[in-house]
């Protein structure tokens, strides 16, 4: 069920008409909106095994209506932690980049001191301070992928946190 939540507005990069026309919302999501945008997680490739997971906040993203891109905030095995994704079509726009900066608010204003995330794209995170764990052990054995078959094959991601 969507409510009016508070939205905010990302202008397309290009003109229509003459001036600058609203293309993307981004909002709070519903909790039973949550699966809706964890099938574009999926389609993105990364992890969904929510196991152990608290999602504590949603946000969709939407384009006259149609959902391309969300974001979830997430306490697992204690530590803070997101998932962000954008449909292919939509992504290279920043509003990835401003999923992240309203995910890592919500994340300070909960009380965290750091940000602990599995990236399946390392240099994308670094430009936002994220740095590499040196040794795995440091992260709780949910972030390690151990268990996964794809690890190693088709799937190199990398575990990262954000001090904040």
Same mark, same amino acid.
């Given at each position: 069920?969507?409510?009016?939540?508070?939205?905010?507005?990302?202008f397309?990069?290009?003109k229509?008409?003459?001036?600058?026309?609203?293309?993307?919302?981004?909002?709070?999501?519903?909790?039973?909106?949550?699966?809706?945008?964890?099938?574009?997680?999926?389609?993105?490739?990364?992890?969904?095994?929510?196991?152990?997971?608290? $999602? #504590?906040?949603?946000?969709? &993203?939407?384009?006259f209506?149609?959902?391309? /891109?969300?974001? @979830? +905030?997430?306490?697992?095995?204690?530590?803070?932690?997101?998932?962000?994704?954008?449909?292919?079509?939509?992504?290279?726009?920043?509003?990835?980049?401003?999923?992240?900066?309203?995910?890592?608010?919500?994340?300070?204003n909960?009380?965290?001191?750091? $940000? #602990?995330?599995?990236?399946? &794209?390392?240099?994308?995170?670094?430009?936002? /301070?994220?740095? @590499? +764990?040196?040794?795995?052990?440091?992260?709780?054995?949910?972030?390690?992928?151990?268990?996964?078959p794809?690890?190693?094959?088709?799937?190199?991601?990398?575990?990262?946190?954000?001090?904040?």
């Amino acid at each position: 069920m969507r409510r009016n939540y508070p939205v905010k507005r990302l202008f397309a990069k290009y003109k229509l008409g003459g001036r600058m026309q609203e293309v993307f919302k981004i909002r709070n999501a519903e909790p039973d909106e949550y699966p809706e945008i964890e099938r574009i997680f999926e389609a993105q490739g990364l992890e969904n095994n929510k196991t152990g997971v608290k $999602i #504590l906040k949603g946000y969709s &993203v939407e384009v006259f209506d149609r959902l391309i /891109g969300g974001a @979830e +905030v997430m306490l697992q095995d204690g530590e803070y932690t997101f998932s962000v994704a954008v449909n292919e079509d939509f992504k290279r726009q920043g509003i990835g980049k401003t999923l992240f900066q309203m995910v890592e608010k919500e994340i300070r204003n909960l009380g965290a001191n750091r $940000i #602990l995330i599995q990236a399946k &794209v390392p240099a994308y995170w670094s430009k936002f /301070g994220f740095v @590499e +764990v040196v040794d795995p052990n440091d992260a709780p054995k949910t972030f390690r992928c151990d268990d996964c078959p794809q690890y190693g094959k088709d799937c190199f991601p990398k575990i990262m946190v954000l001090d904040l």
